[in-house]
């Protein structure tokens, strides 16, 4: 809901969450359903663009580079001026998360780090409740 403007109806995205919630109550391991949630979030709400294009030069993402994205531009080979807070990604885990598969266990950590990294800087630090009751479900 942060995502959306009350009168946007999205009905992409909302079939989508639709998706995920299924998914989730079918026991699907959740941190890889909630990538595929977020990368659909993120694209569906013109948050994020291509995972698998250099926006600045229009190269395909290469497997063995490392990467980074930059908010309000994309994806572009990482340099070492790159902020620290700017996860470091691997060409590998941007063409696996274009592809929607998170099987991966370094393109699993490292959607992780950089969908955080996306959703913390778009909603300006606030936090969505979906991560909090999955928090509070791992207690229980």
């Known amino acids: 809901?942060?995502?959306?403007?009350?009168?946007?109806?999205?009905?992409?995205?909302?079939?989508?969450?639709?998706?995920?919630?299924?998914?989730?109550?079918?026991?699907?391991?959740?941190?890889?359903?909630?990538?595929?949630?977020?990368?659909?979030?993120?694209?569906e709400t013109g948050f994020a663009v291509a995972f698998d294009q250099c926006l600045?030069?229009?190269?395909?993402?290469?497997?063995?580079?490392?990467?980074?994205?930059?908010?309000?531009?994309?994806?572009?080979r990482a340099q070492p001026s790159d902020p620290s807070s700017w996860p470091v990604v691997s060409g590998q885990t941007l063409l696996d998360m274009s592809q929607d598969d998170y099987g991966r266990a370094q393109t699993a950590l490292q959607s992780r780090a950089l969908m955080r990294f996306l959703l913390h800087y778009y909603l300006q630090g606030e936090p969505l409740k979906t991560r909090q009751i999955l928090i509070d479900l791992q207690y229980l």
């Open 1 to 43: 809901m942060r995502f959306c403007p009350r009168e946007d109806a999205h009905p992409a995205l909302f079939r989508h969450y639709l998706t995920t919630l299924t998914r989730l109550a079918h026991g699907e391991q959740a941190g890889l359903v909630l990538r595929s949630f977020e990368r659909v979030l993120l694209q």
């Open 56 to 76: 600045s030069t229009g190269e395909r993402v290469q497997p063995g580079l490392d990467y980074v994205y930059q908010p309000e531009r994309g994806v572009r």
